[in-house]
């Protein structure tokens, strides 16, 4: 999925996520509690209220609602400007509302915070900065700008100044951390929601790979016995039809056919039916798979694999699961992309643990990102330089977030860093970005432990 695709579902369309239906319903009880409201201050408190402005202000809302309600399908989901002049809307009501009613002496001035909560938690920032700002005047107006509460014999309620003064600072101090904090985590959880499904995107496309090679060994199987009964029934007419020289040419086509048909299953692999060996390989075969699409991208990938003190010579057969393999190729990817000429990838081993380690010759990663590596959408302004060295990139950090989080799920541990603050330092061409990659070797063992591979028994295919 391209950066494209991810910007769409994020900024201007992520309100194209809020049906109609969702602000309408919110409306109407909006509207009941401002009439309960009204209805309260009038008949119980014998407030003297601007009863037809009020009724007005009340009424132009539940017009808007059902004119919604009627011109609109049930399941309409809101533009982004759409949604900008709904809430916008309901803002600019319920302030005229409040200046009909005593301005900020009126408790539920409180209530100016919820259009801005909802801007932020499903519109763009631009939006949410408009939404916030409209609201911070309308509540700056109302603090010298409104009708007084008087009570039934005429006297005004309102509270001092001081208290006007505090109210109106706390409306705005909550105005702008609610916004930013719900826009934030709004944010967040988008990215994250986004950047999971990119991962289950590629993790589903390396897993169709790994099934089509069973596929391809499966057909290999079912197909071997019935090509032998083919080619072994030519044979037998090629004989018997000695005085049909047409038929006989016929017959040898159709031998001829099935001998090509042969050698072409014997390329795909000779292979059962679940190749229990297609789930398993050498630590270096997987490494060599993760790699190969980056073989020839004008770097050289230079691999380096051994035991660690203490660990056997003989280096682990490990799952060949399709996370490891995609997750591998993206962190060889980002080294690839930002080398100058040279990537090393070196796999060690001991009973106890599987490490790779992947190094380039680049800059490394940003000093200031490194506590953020692994995050997905990190954007960072890039300078001239950047640009020339890889102009298609755009910092999203989403490679490495599908990296990480697949392999995190087989059992590993990552660490990024640069070519100084390694543990182990190595020749000093190796001063770019570092990643580390290990296992408890239990977690992918293919031959030993709790997720050990058996190896079953594959039949030959008779010809």
């Given at each position: 999925m391209s950066e494209t695709q991810f910007g769409l579902m994020q900024g201007q369309e992520r309100s194209h996520w809020i049906r109609l239906r969702t602000l309408i319903v919110l409306r109407w009880v909006a509207i009941a509690g401002q009439v309960i409201a009204?209805?309260?201050?009038?008949?119980?408190?014998?407030?003297?209220?601007?009863l037809g402005l009020c009724i007005l202000a009340i009424g132009i809302s539940v017009v808007s609602n059902l004119l919604a309600i009627f011109v609109f399908p049930e399941n309409k989901r809101l533009s982004e400007f759409e949604n900008f002049l709904m809430v916008l809307f309901d803002l600019l009501q319920l302030g005229f509302l409040l200046y009909l009613t005593g301005g900020l002496n009126n408790p539920f001035a409180l209530l100016v915070l919820a259009p801005v909560t909802i801007s932020a938690a499903m519109m763009s920032l631009r939006s949410t900065l408009l939404i916030g700002g409209s609201a911070i005047i309308l509540v700056t107006l109302m603090a010298e700008f409104h009708l007084p509460l008087r009570t039934e014999q005429g006297f005004i309620l309102r509270i001092p100044?001081?208290?006007?003064?505090?109210?109106?600072?706390?409306?705005?101090?909550?105005?702008v951390f609610i916004g930013a904090y719900a826009f934030r985590i709004s944010t967040e959880i988008r990215r994250m929601s986004d950047a999971v499904a990119?991962?289950?995107?590629?993790?589903?496309?390396?897993?169709?790979?790994?099934?089509?090679g069973g596929v391809v060994a499966a057909a290999a199987h079912e197909l071997g016995t019935p090509l032998a009964t083919i080619k072994l029934t030519s044979a037998e007419l090629i004989e018997e039809l000695e005085d049909r020289p047409d038929l006989r040419e016929d017959a040898a086509l159709i031998r001829e056919q099935a001998n090509r048909c042969r050698d072409i299953l014997r390329d795909m692999g000779r292979a059962g039916k679940d190749d229990l060996h297609l789930r398993q390989a050498p630590l270096s075969t997987?490494?060599?798979?993760?790699?190969?699409?980056?073989?020839?991208?004008?770097?050289?990938?230079?691999?380096?694999?051994?035991?660690l003190v203490g660990g056997?010579?003989?280096?682990?057969?490990?799952?060949?699961?399709?996370e490891i393999i995609h997750g591998l190729r993206n962190l060889v990817q980002n080294a690839v992309d930002f080398a100058r000429a040279q990537v090393w990838i070196e796999a060690a081993w001991d009973e106890e643990s599987i490490t790779l380690q992947i190094m380039d010759d680049g800059h490394g990663f940003p000093p200031h990102l490194l506590g953020r590596i692994g995050d997905p959408f990190m954007r960072r302004r890039r300078n001239e330089s950047d640009r020339k060295q890889r102009p298609e990139y755009r910092g999203m950090g989403l490679g490495l977030f599908i990296a990480k989080t697949l392999l995190e799920r087989t059992g590993a541990q990552l660490t990024f860093s640069n070519g100084p603050s390694r543990p182990d330092p190595h020749p000093s061409d190796r001063c770019g970005a570092y990643v580390e990659v290990k296992w408890p070797r239990s977690k992918i063992d293919a031959l030993q432990?709790?997720?050990?591979?058996?190896?079953?028994e594959n039949k030959w295919i008779e010809v």
């Open positions: 009204i209805t309260v201050a009038q008949q119980l408190y014998n407030l003297q209220l601007e100044d001081v208290f006007v003064f505090g109210n109106w600072t706390a409306i705005v101090i909550a105005i990119a991962t289950q995107l590629a993790l589903s496309r390396e897993q169709k790979l790994t099934d089509l997987v490494v060599h798979e993760a790699a190969e699409p980056h073989l020839n991208r004008g770097k050289d990938i230079i691999f380096e694999e051994g035991p056997s010579y003989q280096q682990p057969t490990i799952l060949r699961k399709p432990g709790e997720n050990a591979v058996p190896l079953g």
